[in-house]
């Protein structure tokens, strides 16, 4: 993550990607998911000073029973390099429907200037499933001192959007990992957002250890029975060692029959956009500010006014102000999204360490949540003089309020795009689709025209 001369506006336009479904065939029957894998760093940010090394885990979760090889490269700054398994082959070798660990050890020339860079990973399989993985990179002066942050885990659920029909059950891994040198028993807890689903019954997992430097799964199990309720629901997954907590949602889909088919119920979705390149984490050191904007877009025609707090989630910071969610209150078009912004403050002595913003969003019968990591880092009594960081050039982001289309036969489904101007980019951005492996039969995809998100300010 670069930090910019200037403060960064992000502007977000909203794009709504259709895609239609001409033909599909149940067939009484659940379709079958493709395997895939999914990568998390054990560190969301690491500081290493000039001359020196770091290590971390990389983790590569199998999800559907996928068991190949994938091969690992790295992107990042010039000077900055890195290696897998300890010099070892840059491949994971994945079991099915468990997570398979990797060490990454990042090297820091002497000629990398002192700052703050993105460093991504990235995983390809051999029938070309990619994904990426990043973190936030922070170079120091050399002899600096790097103190070591609060331990704790992350937890990812692989899938996070699960589509049930009656009698069936479906199942979902949930991997901990541990972050500097996290090492506990995890038990985890589940509970729905607003309705709860008829006949759906969740099957939670024992709690599992979670060892330093490595990780653990859970699965746990969604089942329907003969005429459950139909239509998208969500289930907020707590993760907790009594001490230090973690949620992840997992939005359900039931779908019953076409003859039996229940209207869906409209719900919104909310994410957080730090207002720097990805990855999305608040960096704060003394007398610095940072903001974040909270994205909230509507799913299946949902169209209601929503309201906004913010909290901290555990300990919270000495030393570090929010200031109010602006607006507190937004209202969701249908179909659109709608955007609210807040700004964290450290003053001259802020404590140090890794913590959770929690920022709510509700309309008093639905309410979600997302979090937003901040990193505090204190006075660095040998620190050097700091170059400016050199000027980026204007970028943009797309991401979807969600990554997996559900629909049947003869209706249409679509998602959310949302494109984020990034360092004042603000240029026509066009849209293309492909499908990856064979191509489905009867099914259209809708691309919406070219687009311009407004661009913002910053260096």
Known sequence: MFKPQGRLLTSILAVVLVVTLASLSLNGAAAQTAGDFSLALSNASISIPQGSAGTLNLYVASANNFAQTVSLTFSGPAGVSASFNGNGPSQVETSAGGPTSSTVTIYVDDSVEPGTYPFIVTGVSPNGLLHSTGLELTVLPAGTVVSTPNPDFLTQPSPDVMTLTPDVSQSTTIVFSSVNGFSSCVGLSAAWTGVAPAGVTVSLPSPVVVPAGGSASSVLTLT????????????????????VSHSSDIVVRIVGTPSVLAPVAADFSITSAVTQPSPAVVSLSPGASQSA???????????????????????????????????????????????????????????????????????????????????????????????????????????PTSDTVSTILGLSAGTTVVVSSLRGFSSPVTFSASWVGNAPTGVAINLPQPVTPPGGGGG
Request: aromatic content about 4%; hydrophobic content about 40%.
């Open 224 to 243: 329907a029975d003969g005429s459950p309720s139909t239509g998208t629901f969500t289930s907020v997954v707590t993760a907790t060692n009594g001490v």
């Open 293 to 399: 904007a909270v994205i909230l877009s509507s799913i299946d025609g949902f169209g209601s006014t929503v309201t906004l707090t913010a909290g901290w989630d555990g300990a919270a910071p000495v030393g570090v102000s929010v200031s109010p969610l602006t607006p507190l209150t937004v209202t969701v078009p249908a179909s659109g999204s709608v955007s609210s912004a807040l700004t964290l403050t450290a003053d001259s002595t802020p404590s140090t360490g890794s913590y959770t913003l929690l920022v709510t969003a509700t309309n008093g019968v639905t309410s979600h949540s997302t979090e937003i990591p901040v990193i505090i880092s204190g006075t660095l009594a040998v620190l050097a003089p700091v170059a400016p960081a050199p000027e980026m050039i204007p970028d943009f982001s797309v991401t």
